[in-house]
């Protein structure tokens, strides 16, 4: 039902200048740093201060506990929280379990705060989408963005989500130098195994790490068990096998049905030093050691699948509003293994 308060944070802002906080913020200089005030929420921040940007990074360090930047998406100070979003055109405010949460423009803390990560190119401040949170414990945020955004999909038939507002421009160049325009280029021959190149393209278009990885170990998993094809293969063609020694093996192969062997295998053949290199880099592995990466990836892959506590495996789960989960480091360990492992079939 419609509620009847007065929210606390419009849905936008008159910009009064290019001074972004002008008429909203108040700003005192204190030594070398600067506290940024903001009375509508009644909250205050500690900043440091280049010639032109607030610096956001040493944030942290300057507020204790008070103040968190999630990953440069959006930032928590004390009970609020603001979380830029994907492009909602509908605009609106919730009450759930005490908290306001409004989907509107992005407030004028939030865009002085990050000011330096701002590209007209991709978005004015004006006409960025963010998520307000207000009211709310720092460990409940996740929950009500969660629950608000639910809401949200329900109304508007549109799903908020958190995107970070840093852009790595590094990347965009590099890929520009290598550009060689009106080249031809000769490749391998075409993999024609084409339940594996489905696995394998679905993982490089996810957005979502943990379903990446999925998408990324069912390609080792279905090569894992063509290896029993093989096997059998094998024996079929070996004339010094009698028709009871053939049965016999052909069903110790059959009846052993071992989930986690044929990964193990696998992932031991085709493992080579970059692949350990990266698994090292990336916090799963201490030393370069196959075996060990083929049983963190078996333990990895039980914790995404399946959603109880149990077998000594508990369920991973990314958070919706910060990176660097579990699969966000598994990801790229497992692309190089599913790319090796799909290219050399």
Same mark, same amino acid.
């Given at each position: ?28 200089? /204190? ?22 940007? #607030? ?8 507020? +204790?506990?008070?103040?968190?930047? @999630? ?33 509107? #423009? ?18 004015? @401040?004006?006409? /960025?989408?963010?998520?307000? !949170? ?9 929950? !009500? ?17 958190? !995107? ?10 590099? &890929? ?30 996810? =957005?979502?790490?943990? %379903? ?68 090292? %880099? +990336? ?14 990836? #078996?333990?990895?892959?039980?914790? =995404?699948?399946?959603?109880?506590? +149990? ?6 789960? &990314? ?10 480091? @598994?990801?790229?360990? /497992? ?5 090796? !492992?799909?290219?050399?079939?």
């Amino acid at each position: 039902m419609p509620e009847t308060r007065t929210p606390t944070i419009p849905l936008t802002f008159q910009w009064f200048s290019e001074s972004l906080g002008e008429g909203h913020l108040e700003v005192q200089r /204190l030594d070398d740093h600067f506290i940024l005030r903001w009375p509508l929420i009644g909250a205050h921040v500690i900043l440091a201060k280049d010639e032109s940007y #607030y610096d956001i990074r040493s944030a942290e360090a300057l507020n +204790a506990d008070t103040f968190k930047n @999630w990953d440069f998406s959006g930032f928590s100070l004390g009970d609020y929280h603001e979380f830029a979003c994907n492009e909602l055109e509908s605009h609106v405010t919730f009450f759930i379990s005490g908290a306001e949460v409004s989907f509107g #423009y992005a407030t004028p803390l939030f865009a002085t705060l990050y000011g330096a990560y701002h590209d007209e190119h991709f978005f004015e @401040w004006d006409n /960025l989408t963010t998520v307000r !949170i207000l009211k709310a414990e720092r460990d409940q945020v996740e929950a !009500i963005f969660i629950n608000a955004s639910l809401a949200y999909s329900n109304k508007f038939a549109v799903l908020p989500r958190v !995107i970070c507002l840093v852009f790595d421009y590094g990347l965009l160049e590099k &890929s520009e130098e290598q550009q060689s325009p009106a080249a031809a280029h000769r490749l391998p021959p075409a993999v024609a195994d084409l339940t594996a190149l489905r696995f394998h393209y679905n993982g490089l278009v996810q =957005i979502d790490s943990a %379903a990446a990885c999925l998408y990324f170990y069912r390609v080792v998993e279905y090569f894992a068990f063509l290896t029993y094809h093989k096997e059998i293969g094998s024996l079929r063609h070996n004339a010094s096998l009698s028709d009871v020694d053939f049965t016999k093996r052909v069903m110790e192969i059959i009846s052993t049905r071992d989930e986690k062997g044929p990964i193990l295998r696998l992932v031991n053949q085709v493992a080579d030093d970059s692949m350990l290199v990266k698994a090292i %880099a +990336a916090g799963i592995l201490n030393s370069k050691d196959a075996s060990v990466l083929g049983s963190q990836l #078996y333990s990895f892959r039980n914790a =995404i699948v399946h959603g109880k506590h +149990a077998g000594g495996y508990v369920p991973e789960t &990314s958070s919706v509003i910060s990176g660097d989960s579990t699969a966000d480091r @598994w990801r790229p360990v /497992l692309q190089a293994l599913s790319d090796t !492992i799909a290219g050399s079939q």
